[in-house]
């Protein structure tokens, strides 16, 4: 009985062509039977091999590992260098700044002063014979408000809290000493002087410790500042705390401590020229 061996399950040939069709189809097929070329694979096997293909290309389309925001190793690679070229940079020019290397800059669009005051005009030259015998330094709060009946504030008003600070002098005429005004005795050891009245000088406030501490307008007064500007308002304020300065001293005792050191330095000048007795006296203001 004669066998044809040429087409058998097990040809190798036969099972090779069937693998290279099962391969380019896409999907991994083994033949019927195993053969030595292409042994017997299993569905187990198979299985494996697609999660190792699954893994591998996740790992190939996964980021670089520490890139956390997802961006690619070279562009933070790129900004890390930029950054530190920036900053070398900077802390250069400061550097060279501070040891004065390098020119000062100065801001083009900062705020600038123009005086455009006029030179001074001497008036007047006043001779004095004033002795200044104590000086008082005083702090008074102006709280004036200007509004109108039955408006709302929010719409006229002008309310200010000025804190003027100042000094006042006091002080004794020389000048308007009469004739009769220095009595000696016969023996020439005692003397009487009769001197005017101390007075208040003029207020003097400080610029430096007098200030605006608040003002409150209306929505009208601000609409009229606009088109109008009121320069007398803040005179007034002035003139009030002039007022208010020099009230303060009247009511201090001022006057009286200047009548005091006056008649005191009086007693030493004269005292000092061979006076024993020295009387002072003052005329009614």
Known sequence: MTVDRGKTDTDPETTQETGE????????????HSTREYPQVTSRDADERDDLDARERAYRDAPARGDRMGLPTRALRGLFWLVATVGLVLALVVGAQSVGWLPEFKNPFKEQTTDRSQPPLLQSIQDLSRYVAAEGNFQVIIDVQQNQKY???????????FVAAGTVDSYVDFGNIGSGALKESADRRSVEVTLPAPQLGKPNLDPARSQV?????GLLNRLGDVFKDDPSRMQEVYKLAEERLTAAATESGLRERAQENTTKMLEGLLKSLGYTAVTVKYQAP
């Open 21 to 32: 069709r099962a391969y380019e189809a896409g999907r991994a097929s083994v033949p019927e």
């Open 151 to 161: 408006v709302p504030d929010f719409l006229v008003n002008d309310r200010v809290l």
């Open 213 to 217: 501490y608040s003002r409150e307008r």
